[in-house]
T-cell receptor
Framework: AQSVTQPDIHITVSEGASLELRCNYS??????LFWYVQSPGQGLQLLLK??????LVQGIKGFEAEFKRSQSSFNLRKPSVHWSDAAEYFC???????????FGTGTRLKVLA | SQTIHQWPATLVQPVGSPLSLECTVE??????LYWYRQAAGRGLQLLFY??????ISSEVPQNLSASRPQDRQFILSSKKLLLSDSGFYLC???????????FGEGSRLTVL
């Protein structure tokens, strides 16, 4: 079955530290991959997306993600976290020729001052 | 530019009452439209999507329904709410196959 797994429900990091949020997908081919961020009580904002080509994708707010086909992963990274990055992060994927987007359960990021 | 509006932002309803959440998109035509529900710790659950007027695909059997009476209008309804319908409902649109989703600000529904 097609699915997205975000194994970390909560992550806490200190401000200025590096961050990596994990995402694994289950699908027989290469999907289209997305990372979204959600502030409390708000809608979701796209951070970055991967369709094809360069496996290292740059996004907004200093985030990047790397697609690794061999590991079925699309991990999100940021070299130095800011207090304003505290939010919930969702990994999602879509498959070619469909209109359906499948989301992971999210990772809630807490940033310590 | 394209915008998406969703209302009401907050709703408190008794069990057994009806529901209507509305979503409209501006600045684009023939969008694909989506309703998601977000429950605490469970991520986003796709409820319905629509690729055209009157075309509704349901992903989860439940007491909710969706309608698309106009090209850029998507409505989520229920005749009788259950406690389990409580949650945060998000409307979204996309411009075609696998383009990014653009989300509304969400509607918080509490069923008492």
């Amino acid at each position: 079955a097609q699915s997205v797994t975000q194994p970390d429900i909560h992550i806490t990091v200190s401000e200025g530290a590096s961050l990596e949020l994990r995402c694994n997908y289950s699908y027989g081919a290469t999907p289209y991959l997305f990372w979204y961020v959600q502030s409390p009580g708000q809608g979701l904002q796209l951070l970055l997306k991967y369709f094809s080509g360069d496996t290292l994708v740059q996004g907004i707010k200093g985030f990047e993600a790397e697609f690794k086909r061999s590991q079925s992963s699309f991990n999100l990274r940021k070299p130095s976290v800011h207090w304003s990055d505290a939010a919930e992060y969702f990994c999602a994927f879509a498959t070619s020729g469909t209109y359906k987007y499948i989301f992971g359960t999210g990772t809630r990021l807490k940033v310590l001052a | 530019s394209q915008t998406i509006h969703q209302w009401p932002a907050t709703l408190v309803q008794p069990v057994g009452s009806p529901l209507s959440l509305e979503c409209t998109v501006e600045g684009t035509s023939n969008p694909n439209l989506y309703w998601y529900r977000q429950a605490a710790g469970r991520g986003l659950q796709l409820l319905f999507y629509s690729v055209g007027i009157g075309q509704i695909s349901s992903e989860v059997p439940q007491n909710l329904s969706a309608s698309r009476p106009q090209d850029r209008q998507f409505i989520l309804s229920s005749k009788k709410l259950l406690l389990s319908d409580s949650g945060f409902y998000l409307c979204a649109w996309s411009g075609g196959y696998t383009g990014e989703l653009f989300f509304g600000e969400g509607s918080r529904l509490t069923v008492l």
